[in-house]
């Protein structure tokens, strides 16, 4: 059974409770007064003496208590990692599954059981026998885990003694599975036959080779041509376990709530933090669509020139609430998807966990933290090639971003059911983008599922009375607020907002011929509501989003038909928006004077 499938550190622990089981009955039987075992002058009864513990003429009722919560440490800690083993295929942890009170109402209660059955031995000796009996055992479990802690302590002085010598010290000259993602060719990824498909490389549990599945493969890493190897989850995954393995009872950490906190206040709080803390400086409009966008959809995008703070804003943003952020520095040689999610090396029988999937797997434990991802400088290499499964999965409802990572033949890590990842709500993907030669454009299937930020004009700095400080927030407290604002129905579109954008984008189309479909009018629908409870406008976020969603996609054409639309169109937009749209009526005058 899988539940019976213990991972290579639960069997350890085992093995240590059962050599503990053992070494507290010898001991005990060290220091017994009666010495019917070992003499009197036996090491353990010296350093009993040397404690001043009292010398203890032990009965059989003593022993018994002893082997009786023995027992209770044994085969309590083997039903507490079935129990873990069971949640885990389910992939819950113990808070998740609100089994922890539960786990810890039985553990203490069989204990009672266990020591309330040791304890019935001592009847027959009366009280002062049934009180003798229970120190003789303490005494015995306090010199059995005094001398598991020394033998620990030698081993670990033995292990790093080993560390040292260079022989054992030195590190191997890197092979195909150890050179890092940036310094590899295409050549040395084909050599390594990288592919996703881990069971290819196992054959079934039903071929009668020892150890259950086998590699199929020949040429093991460092077994020898033809060996035969067992699927071992922590060999294959062992970043991915070690998660699953820190996060045993699930998320431990419970982020401070604040009372009466609105989006503007939050927004406030964030440029004065921003300004005073970090001396980067942000216009407020900017920072209300930057938290906007954090808060409705999973992928902003920061575009401008080489040093406008386009790196600094989500860095410092994720400190601001008391996250990290996590930066994935993209590279020119970036093709496809294995780039940041990893491969699996059928060469080394295990797959290459990168930094980037390791976040995303940790993400679905930390479910109360925003998870801040950054594509610095993500379009280097073209978007849609290395991160073309999340665009494609990024407007599906929540529970359905899946991302298929790899096929496993079983037992996968917890939260890699079938070879599949959550995306989890909580998870935001920020790109910053550079608008120089070096660069490529980024397409319009990138721009129609993301939210877009100019960061082109150099920002005056600011003064403020106070210094804000950090607010460490959670996940659910923000998305708590963005639903709030969702919900108040001033800040809701009406059907005379949805006219007035549908007739811009139709104007759009008829003037410089830039269609847009209705994932527009859905995105303002969302996003519009948080911008207009910070900032108390509307058309503020309308001009963003036609400027940056819109209009760009014809920024760069040459031909009188074009200047002409874009003349039709700033006359449209001055008529029906006025001074609001700022943005998008210097958007269009810059087209038309590179035109002119």
């Not at 062992?238 to 503007?264: H, R, W």
């Not at 940041?340 to 797959?351: E, K, R, T, V």
């Not at 269609?515 to 900032?535: C, D, M, W």
Request: negative net charge.
């Amino acid at each position: 059974m899988k539940i019976l499938q213990f991972s290579s550190k639960q069997k350890a622990s085992v093995a240590i409770a059962i050599f503990f089981a053992l070494l507290s009955i010898f001991l005990s039987a060290c220091i017994d007064g009666n010495y019917v075992v070992f003499p009197d002058d036996n090491v353990f009864a010296k350093i009993r003496e040397l404690f001043k513990f009292p010398e203890i003429f032990a009965d059989i009722s003593g022993y018994i208590l002893l082997i009786f919560i023995d027992l209770y440490l044994v085969f309590g800690l083997i039903a507490f990692f079935i129990t873990l083993n069971k949640i885990h295929s389910d992939g819950k942890t113990l808070l998740s599954s609100k089994l922890l009170p539960y786990v810890l109402l039985i553990g203490v209660g069989s204990f009672v059981v266990f020591f309330g059955l040791g304890s019935l031995f001592s009847i027959p000796y009366g009280w002062v026998g049934y009180l003798r009996s229970i120190t003789f055992t303490f005494e015995a479990l306090f010199f059995g885990l005094l001398i598991l802690l020394v033998c620990t302590a030698i081993f670990f002085a033995v292990y790093l003694t080993v560390l040292a010598i260079p022989r054992f010290s030195r590190k191997p000259i890197p092979g195909n599975d150890q050179q890092s993602d940036h310094g590899k060719s295409d050549v040395d990824k084909e050599e390594e036959t990288i592919d996703d498909d881990v069971t290819k490389t196992f054959v079934n549990k039903s071929d009668n080779i020892a150890g259950g599945v086998a590699i199929a493969s020949a040429g093991v890493a460092g077994n020898g041509v033809g060996a035969a190897l067992a699927y071992d989850k922590e060999r294959v995954f062992p970043n991915l376990t070690a998660i699953d393995e820190k996060y045993i009872v699930g998320e431990q950490s419970f982020p401070l709530l604040y009372k009466d906190l609105t989006l503007k206040k939050f927004t406030e709080n964030l440029q004065n933090y921003l300004a005073t803390t970090c001396s980067l400086y942000y216009s407020f409009d900017d920072l209300a669509l930057f938290v906007s966008a954090i808060l409705t959809t999973p992928l902003t995008i920061l575009e401008g020139v080489s040093g406008t703070g386009k790196s600094s804003l989500p860095r410092f943003f994720a400190r601001f609430i008391g996250e990290t952020s996590y930066f994935e520095a993209i590279q020119m040689t970036y093709k496809d998807r294995d780039d940041i999610l990893g491969y699996y090396n059928d060469f080394s029988a295990s797959y290459h966990e990168t930094e980037f999937l390791k976040r995303l797997y940790e993400a679905t434990y930390r479910l109360n933290h925003l998870n801040i991802m950054v594509l610095d400088e993500m379009n280097i290499s073209r978007v849609e090639y290395y991160f073309a499964d999340f665009l494609s999965v990024m407007e599906y409802p929540e529970s359905e971003r899946i991302i298929h990572v790899a096929n496993i033949p079983h037992d996968p890590p917890t939260h890699l059911a079938d070879g599949d990842l959550l995306l989890t709500p909580n998870t935001r993907f920020v790109g910053t983008a550079n608008t120089d030669d070096s660069t490529f454009a980024i397409t319009d299937k990138v721009i129609d599922r993301a939210i877009v930020i100019d960061f082109d004009e150099f920002r005056e700095p600011l003064a403020f009375k106070e210094k804000a400080p950090a607010m460490a927030i959670s996940y659910k407290d923000l998305n708590d607020l963005a639903k709030s604002a969702k919900n108040y129905a001033e800040n809701t579109l009406t059907q005379s907002d949805v006219d007035k954008l549908t007739g811009l984008l139709r104007y759009a189309d008829s003037s410089i011929g830039v269609k847009t479909g209705n994932r527009f009018i859905h995105q303002a629908e969302e996003l519009v509501p948080i911008f207009y409870s910070i900032t108390g406008s509307k058309e503020k976020a309308f001009d963003y989003l036609f400027a940056f969603k819109v209009l760009r996609k014809a920024k760069g054409r040459v031909d009188l038909a074009y200047r002409t639309g874009l003349k039709r169109l700033l006359a449209y937009v001055d008529k029906e928006f006025g001074a609001a749209f700022s943005n998008t009526k210097k958007m269009i005058e810059e087209e038309v004077g590179r035109n002119g």
